[in-house]
């Protein structure tokens, strides 16, 4: 081949300054890296992450009017949108106003940018607060809530909620109470409250059903089975998923179809039915590919599917649904994931015990660190690190990354996962 | 030191492995809304000889569902208004189904890019629809052609174990290899092992290691590309406590690993200007410091290192310290490809299917002489690596005592000439023979346009148009 080599990621990426300006061509920048053939082969072939992928400044100049059209389209939506908004405000529509915002603020959200979603449902709630109709704030309300989860800002959108569900309950509007309910139970499972949760996503149940809502019903049914799955009520969990499966085969949406399936096959792989496991990830994906596509979905299967080979020693094809899930998330600029697929190639490489698994841990702790923004994955990341050192006889560095996360589960008030980590060290010691 | 491969007579016999008129069993999947019924009922019309079992699914989720729970030889899919996604999905959902079934995807006028690329997928045939007849009982009795593969007996090979490896092989380029390995070995010089991607460098260096002086000490291996920069140095020298945020304890490095015994430095080339000025002074000095240390601690090892790359070039482009060059090569080997080493394919691939069967529990004694003419026609660019790779992967889905084409992973497949079945007697059209040739050419480049239109010797706006054409 002609020309001088690509440049690796890390380096490339070190050279671009954290501005919200460049974020675009930072997702650009990552969805077009990828490894060369000869160094797929190399020896340092297995432990390639993204950080050692490479990118040409020439398909980067090539590729430019692409995201640049990307960019327009988004400002024009944005901007339709707040055209709208005038138009009704114009009319004396406030309704119309509230649903345009709510709009724009959705365009947000779809590309990532939550912050910026979160300002426009502010500027909706205000002009809904004014409304003698109630259900669109309900509405934003919800919004609002869900936006503040994608934020980690998890007792402002318990608020959202509550008054969401208030003001739904008000006015007699069992779609938004429904909602609401299960706004309120997906807050308490982000916060690790598992009896909050059932108790939430049972009210929003019964309220579902009482309005025929089956799609609803269908989903909360789903969050039940995942709760009792937690919870290790593995037949309460097969019942919840079965009637949740019933309601959407004939006709749900199939990407609901899918998350039913995926949340099965956790379930058998908890039983140990590691086929009927495997069949149901392998169907859900099938399902997801019937869907509009969602990279997000399509990877928790995937990442479903490689714990399933991982637990079941079949290491080639953990590592290979591993590298597709790479691919699907470095393809589809979802990032957030490469740490826990980084993790699991970490734990893939213990298990093997090659001591240079140790770089996917490395990269892992630096993505949760500056990209997904989350110490809850890094308490993860450090967890799984500790026993990998562990497993190759490393007791000190085991001992010393395993105190780490639970220095970080302690911040975060995770007692579960706080108490895993302290029974890891206790057995360390013994 | 090496004493030579050992391999008995292969005369290979010929024994007919499946019946060649088989029942087939094929699954016909409707594509997105559509309905399967008009495809079933051509089917049954053009290839209902009694040796065809159809059956339909209305959708890939459902087809999935049957995927899992019987054999299927063939799936016929209609793909939807995204063909390239579809047949990416398609070739997904196979990998996993019982049976390793063919699939035969049919679409409304399939592009050029899009056969290409069912092609390196190991798609059997892309359709266009209307379906044809004749172009459908082809592709069918491509599938009966592939059921009737020959089962050759797989020579036997007693290599020599080096660690968890083994050098495998009897071709003049390995036996000039073993002859240096022998000669080098006694003595304690550095070594410097070239070599293309997955040629075998660390087995030859512990060879060296474990017939050399140090063989009682360690065999430490770094692989320098694949640590991250800002990591290399302590992982190499250790560091201690606090050193850096994250130096959580103290750590010995792999200097102080290898003492009294080899260090293996893999992919040296990849190393920084400033790591590189730092190993020069341990291989001068023989003594390091640890990062964050002010202790001098003298290290005993033999070095030997390895490298994909051309150092002298490296050397010329101010990436690598030509005096570092000198101290290491001061013995080099360099490792055939496996193109260079003949019919060493055959002894590998024996050896590793052994090797992997006995991992695995399974009892393979032959392979088909349609998947030995897959591997031998095949451009191994990741060299040995690869084909252990390819091996293992095979011998994992391999259900009788014979190692078949179903076996090999799709790519392989997707090389087998196809052309042969075409109505011209193989021969392409010219923009066929232009396509492919691009498509070849963007594979080598990985993608790069730039530098792709520069090999094809056309403007790059040129080959843009014609990929665009193409729908490459």
């Known amino acids: 081949m002609t020309g001088p080599p690509p440049v690796r990621v890390e380096k490339a990426l070190a050279l671009m300054p954290e501005l919200e300006a460049l974020a675009p061509l930072r997702a650009l920048l990552v969805s077009i890296a990828r490894p060369d053939e000869a160094t797929v082969w190399s020896s340092s072939g297995p432990y390639l992450t993204l950080g050692k992928r490479g990118v040409h400044p020439d398909e980067l100049r090539r590729r430019m009017p692409q995201a640049f059209q990307r960019i327009t389209e988004h400002l024009q939506a944005l901007f339709k949108a707040y055209v709208e908004a005038l138009e009704c405000q114009q009319r004396a529509d406030a309704a119309g106003v509230v649903l345009a915002l709510l709009g724009a603020g959705r365009l947000e959200e779809e590309v990532g940018r939550h912050t910026q979603a979160r300002t426009w449902y502010e500027v909706a709630l205000r002009v809904a607060e004014t409304l003698q109709d109630r259900r669109p704030e309900v509405e934003v309300l919800r919004a609002l809530g869900y936006v503040c989860v994608a934020l980690g800002e998890h007792a402002a959108s318990a608020r959202h909620f509550q008054r969401s569900l208030a003001l739904a309950e008000a006015e007699f509007d069992q779609a938004g109470a429904t909602a609401a309910s299960e706004g309120l139970g997906d807050v308490a499972v982000a916060q690790g409250q598992w009896g909050g949760a059932q108790a939430w996503y049972s009210r929003g149940l019964r309220l579902a059903e009482a309005a025929s809502d089956a799609p609803h019903a269908g989903r909360l049914e789903r969050q039940l089975g995942v709760l009792a799955r937690k919870q290790r009520d593995l037949a309460a969990a097969g019942e919840f998923l079965r009637r949740a499966r019933e309601r959407f085969e004939a006709a749900g949406p199939p990407d609901e179809m899918a998350r039913v399936l995926n949340e099965q096959g956790r379930l058998d792989a908890q039983l140990g039915r590691y086929t009927a496991a495997s069949a149901a990830y392998r169907e859900a994906l099938a399902w997801a590919q019937r869907a509009p596509r969602d990279a997000r979905l399509e990877l928790s299967i995937r990442l479903n599917l490689a714990e399933l080979d991982l637990e079941a020693g079949r290491l080639l094809e953990a590592e290979a649904e591993l590298r597709r899930a790479e691919q699907v998330a470095i393809g589809g600029h979802v990032l957030r994931p490469l740490a826990q697929i980084y993790t699991l190639m970490g734990r893939l490489r213990g298990a093997q015990g090659d001591e240079t698994g140790f770089v996917f841990f490395e990269q892992a702790i630096e993505l949760a660190k500056a990209v997904e923004r989350s110490v809850a994955t890094e308490a993860q990341v450090y967890h799984a690190y500790g026993l990998f050192r562990s497993r190759l006889g490393q007791q000190d560095e085991a001992r010393a990354y395993l105190e780490r996360a639970r220095e970080l589960f302690d911040s975060l008030g995770e007692a579960v996962e706080r108490e895993r980590v302290e029974a890891e060290l206790r057995a360390l010691s013994a | ?472």
Not at chain 2, 292 to 300: C, H, Q, R
């Open chain 2, 1 to 472: 030191m090496i004493p030579p491969v050992r391999m008995e007579p292969s005369v290979p016999s010929a024994v007919p492995s499946r019946e060649a008129l088989a029942l087939l069993r094929i699954l016909v999947v409707a594509g997105e809304g559509g309905s399967a019924s008009g495809l079933l009922q051509n089917l049954r019309q053009w290839a209902d000889d009694g040796r065809l079992e159809i059956d339909t699914a209305p959708d890939l989720p459902r087809a999935v569902r049957q995927l899992s729970g019987q054999r299927w030889d063939v799936v016929l899919a209609v793909l939807g208004e995204h063909p390239d996604d579809d047949l990416s999905w398609w070739v997904d959902t196979l990998r996993g189904a019982t049976g390793s079934p063919r699939l035969i995807a049919v679409a409304q006028a399939p592009s050029m890019g899009l056969v290409l690329r069912a092609e390196k997928s190991g798609v059997l045939d892309v359709l266009a629809l209307p379906l044809r007849r004749e172009e459908l009982v082809r592709a069918l009795e491509r599938v009966r052609s592939v059921v009737s593969e020959t089962a050759v007996p797989l020579p036997l090979v007693e290599p020599h174990a080096v660690g968890p490896y083994a050098l495998v092989g009897q071709s003049a380029a390995m036996l000039d290899v073993y002859k240096l390995l022998a000669r080098v070995a006694g003595s304690s010089a550095t070594v410097l092992v070239q070599g293309e991607s997955g040629t075998g460098k660390e087995v030859a260096a512990r060879a060296i290691h474990m017939n050399g002086p140090h063989a009682s000490g360690a065999f430490v291996a770094v692989n320098c590309a694949a640590i991250p920069e800002n990591l290399l140095e302590s992982e190499l020298f250790g560091h201690e406590k606090g050193a850096f945020t994250g130096a959580v304890t103290r750590k010995i490095g792999r200097f102080e690993q290898a003492g009294n015994g080899t260090l293996f430095l893999d992919e040296i080339a990849d190393m920084s200007l400033a790591l590189q000025a730092k190993i020069l002074r341990a291989v001068q000095e023989r003594e390091i410091e640890r990062v964050g240390g002010s202790e001098t601690i003298p290290v005993d090892v033999r070095l030997i290192a390895a490298t994909n790359r051309d150092l002298k070039e490296a050397i010329k482009q101010g990436r690598f310290r030509e005096d570092l060059y000198y101290r290491l090569a001061v013995v080099t080997i360099r490792l055939p490809t496996l193109g260079e080493r003949g019919d060493d394919l055959v002894l590998l691939t024996a050896y590793y299917v052994r090797l992997f069967a006995q991992r695995y529990g399974k009892k393979i004694q032959a392979i088909s002489d349609r998947a030995l003419g897959l591997l031998r026609a095949h451009a191994w660019v990741g060299n040995v690596r690869e084909l252990r790779n390819v091996i293992e992967r095979a011998v994992i889905v391999a259900t009788d005592e014979t190692l078949r084409a179903e076996h090999l992973p799709d790519e392989l497949r997707g090389e087998e000439a196809t052309l042969a079945d075409r109505p011209q007697g193989g021969l392409l059209t010219l923009a066929e023979a232009e396509a492919r040739h691009i498509a070849r050419v963007l594979a080598h480049t990985n993608g790069q346009i730039g530098a792709a239109a520069e090999i094809l010797g056309i403007h790059r706006n040129t080959l843009t148009r014609k990929m665009k054409e193409y729908g490459l």
